[in-house]
């Protein structure tokens, strides 16, 4: 079951990828005329949900993120982010595919699965780069493990944090649940 879990959402976020058009953009905030729900939300549900967010994320451990490479949807594992100046980050290597793929086009799907294999969260939105010294060193310190690949000043290290964010919730047990931020 779990098996059929990680292939249907693997082509649900190839599905996904296939609509994206090209929108990251490096240090400014994005914008996107189609999504406003950041507009209609209080700062406080925005950082209770983005909290609920990351704290499921590590839950699952892995996650799985869809970019595309023209029009060829592409997924890998990720296992980490993190919550830093209110906004949440994941990180990555400037020299990696997935980094210039999401240079080229910064939406995004995040697709996670809870050990038990019948819960399951999908996180969209939009990738901004962040080349601010100070959040690279403090994702770094929060995860230990990366300090043997990355420094904070290599100009390899990528820093990238959501926008536009609506992370949806499913269960076999549930019905769905969105939240945004």
Known sequence: MKQFLFAFAALT??????????????????TNDSITIND??????MQQNMKEVQAYLKECGAFFIATA???Q?????FGVSEIINDRLYIMTGKVKDVYKQMAANGKFEICALKPSGSEWMR???????????AVKEE??????GL???YKADDDNMAVLYTTHATARFFSFS????????
Do not use: W, Y
């Not at 949807?73 to 594992?77: M, S, T």
């Not at 994702?139 to 230990?144: P, Q």
């Open 13 to 30: 976020i190839l599905a996904a990828c296939g609509n994206q058009s090209n929108s990251m953009q490096h240090g400014g905030d994005a």
């Open 40 to 45: 209609t939300i209080s700062k406080e549900t």
């Open 69 to 71: 490479d023209g029009d």
């Open 73 to 77: 949807p592409r997924v890998r594992p």
């Open 123 to 133: 996180l969209s939105g939009t990738l901004v780069n962040d080349e601010t010294l």
């Open 139 to 144: 994702f770094l310190n929060r995860n230990e």
């Open 147 to 149: 300090k043997s690949m």
């Open 174 to 181: 549930a019905p769905e649940r969105k939240v945004n931020f």
